[in-house]
């Protein structure tokens, strides 16, 4: 049987290639990013480790921050002194460091990373552990002075000698470039500006006596653990941050580690997909072959293999498929993750190929989906295969049947069906947003299986339909098109599958993009009153002198400053929230159109009250007059009385929960040092908006880190926000489609072997090759637009339920793209049309007399 077995599966090689094409993407993906990962882990797991010091000292941070404020936290730079006495210290250093800031050339064009990377300033205090090494030129002297890190040198064409603007959180400043310094491990990407230390202090802090951390060196002998405790001991309990070097390099990992998962967990969805596609296209192949080798499964029965034997036979044909394409797949993976670091470089992160870090879990991972997958998708198959009776080798027989086995698809598929819209329709009633996201994930799973179930079933109504015109337009070629596609509805519906699965993906989330971006067209519609929106894309703040550049600009007649600081909430139900709250001027009506359920901005503004969403107050029994705890970063406490409850449908987004807001004032006083991140401008009376943005333009040439919008730009804005997500469902989109296309040849293929003698009678009756090669087309293009359609029907439903959890979220909007649908499905067409292509020409080139003598 095993000897049986290997000329069984090198025999039919060439129809399992396109299988093993869906198991090759699918592995290297997950090998791709697993070793991507893996290797960006290793760089700065060796970065960090490398550079940390044996302890460092930083302010307490009580928060995260969703949204940039713009204060940079520091500790007093005497602390520096008084660390240094503690038994143990050999050295201690201050550190200045400040991010975002901005650095421009003499022609105001930035010297920062064009990826959205961070330009970081900090102090040249080079030890053994520094991360980067003088490479050219000298150490900054004096507050003129600086170094520049060679990568960013050389993308800016910057050289020593060269004038650059700092523009700072105190203000801007013009250093001279007097060297050059060089990553001695991995550039994580960023920009890196030097000064020399009581420059970084005054000009990037605005604080001469300030540091943002003290770097503690252990004395020989002694521990970092120990040495942590006694400097700890020497601040006293609470009052800072110490860490070790290596709790320091672990924090710095995990913070990186955001990152690292957005890029994992794309590659793994984008390998999720070719799996879930890939299944189908298995499953049909060896369907198809099993149906066409019924003879030769009974005459094997017939000479003495039990059941058992054929089913392992089958499943170990599978075992080989799935060995050579998780081996190709692997390499393949090898390939991806050496373009990924390929483009990381490019964009300015620092990874090496040569350094590529392939840990024991990622062949084993790739073989286990390899093999798990094809394993899987073949039992079945297999199962059938066993079936087969010996008395098959004395007849014609095909495996494939549509009795019973399709009456219990209609049992099973209905059941999983009605579940699946019964949590659909939880879904779609549920008040809260966590409920109703858990009601829309379990409703998209048991109505895609239900769909995958009872597919079948829908073939003949559907194709029917479909294929209605067929026979007026294509004649007696549109007729057999049409019935080969019905012949067989297990396969047509397996094979339609595939497409369908891309295509419901791309349905739902078009559906739900294009909900979202209709709501907040219509709520900035609704909110937005300012003439013009000063800000950064990001919302990065920017420092005080553009707001004051902006005031000064002719034109102005008012500015609105916003700005954010994270918050902790403790709410009468006893929840303490960590959200972000905005703090605005006084004017706010003018600029903007808020709906208040009570009170007014006068009483949001006031000092010592808060503004707060009425949802999310009634949900945690806040009422207008309850005085609520706010805790501010660093500590920082106040009591703050609800001024007013808002009634915004959007009032929860970017971070934002709770919608909560107050006066600048109440801002400063409990959370000093931020910066704007947003202006709202209005125009002065007498001056036009075309007239003000040309001046606001020149204004802001000088900074290129921030932006003037107006209605519509704010608008693209959020679009392009969107979209991205939109774009990277339409590249899982792409995948699915490549995957069904080869669905689609394999199966066309297949059939046409199987109807070599019918093909051998329908020429020799006259059927010319061109009539023939339409049929096959036909039959494609049908099959293609089934599935599409199954997909649009199934995807619709799901973004109009996604629709309702955005809902919960203020975004009530309900926008169908028809443009998008219409393309789909021609697109499905023409899908079907390229499927064909190969095996019609395969079957147009048959020699007559050889097909109807095939057997």
Partial sequence: MLKATLRSFLAHKGRLLLSALAVVLSVAFVAGSLIFSDTVGRTFDRLFASSAADVTVRPRQNLDEALPSGATATLPAALADRVARVDGVAAARVEAEAEDITVVDDDDEPVSPTTGAPTTGTNWNPTGRSPVELTSGRAPRGPAEALIDAETAGRAEVRIGDTLTVIAAPG????????????TTANP????????????????????????????????????????RRVAAA?????????????????????????????????????????????????????????????????????GADRRQVRRSVLTEALLLGLAGSTLGLAAGVGLAVGLIELMSLVGTDLRSTEMVIGWGTPVAAYAVGIGVTFVAAYLPARRAAGV???????????????????????????????GAAALAGCAAATRTATAASLLGLGVVLTLVAAVVAGPLLVRPVIRVLGAAFPALFGAIGRMS????????????????????????VGGMSVASASMTVSFDRQIDKTLGADFVVQNTNFVPFPREVTDAVRGTEGVGLVVRSRFTPVAVRLPDGDRVETTAAGYDPRLDDVANITYAQGDTAGALAGGRIAMDRDFAREHGVRLGTVVPVEFQGGRRAELA??????????????????????????????????????????SPGTGPDDLRAALGRTLDAYPQVQVRDLADYKDLVRDQIA???YLVYALLGMAIVIAVLGVVNTLALSVVERTREIGLLRAIGLARRQLRRMIRLESVVISVFGAVLGLALGLVWGVCAQQVLALQGM????????????????????????????????????????????
């Fill in 172 to 183: 801007s400043f013009r250093v001279e470039v007097v060297g050059i310094v060089t990553f």
């Fill in 189 to 228: 990407g960023v920009a890196l500006l030097l000064l020399d230390t009581p420059t970084a202090q005054s000009r990037l802090l605005g604080d001469p006596e300030a540091a943002t951390g003290i770097s503690v060196d252990a004395a020989d002998g002694v521990s970092d653990d120990l040495l942590k």
């Fill in 235 to 303: 601040l006293g309990p609470g009052a800072y941050d110490c860490r070790t070097a290596a709790e320091q390099a672990k924090s710095d990992v995990e913070q990186l580690g955001g990152f690292l998962d957005v890029v994992k967990y794309v590659m793994l969805g984008f390998a999720g997909v070719a799996v879930l596609v890939g299944v189908f296209l298995i499953v049909n192949t060896f369907s198809m072959l099993i149906a066409r080798r019924t003879r030769e499964l009974g005459l094997l029965r017939a000479l």
């Fill in 389 to 419: 009776s010996p008395m098959a080798a004395l007849a014609d027989a095909e495996v494939a049947g549509v009795g019973r086995p399709l009456r219990l698809r209609a049992v099973a598929g209905t059941a999983v069906g009605a579940a």
């Fill in 482 to 505: 049409r019935r080969n596609a019905l012949r067989n509805p297990r396969r047509t519906g397996a094979t339609a599958s595939a497409l369908m699965v891309g295509l419901a993906l």
């Fill in 642 to 683: 609800v001024g007013a409850l808002t009634d915004q449908e959007s009032a929860e987004g970017f971070g934002i929960r709770g919608g909560l807001y107050f006066g600048l004032a109440t801002l400063e006083r409990h959370a000093p040092g931020g910066q704007d991140s947003v202006l709202y401008v209005n125009a």
């Fill in 724 to 726: 991205v997500l939109l």
């Fill in 812 to 855: 009530t909007a309900l926008a169908i793209p028809w443009g998008t649908i219409v393309a789909v499905v021609v697109g499905s067409a023409v899908v079907g049309v390229v499927a064909a292509l190969l095996p019609a020409a395969r079957a147009s080139r048959m020699n007559v007399l050889a097909a109807v003598a095939h057997e």
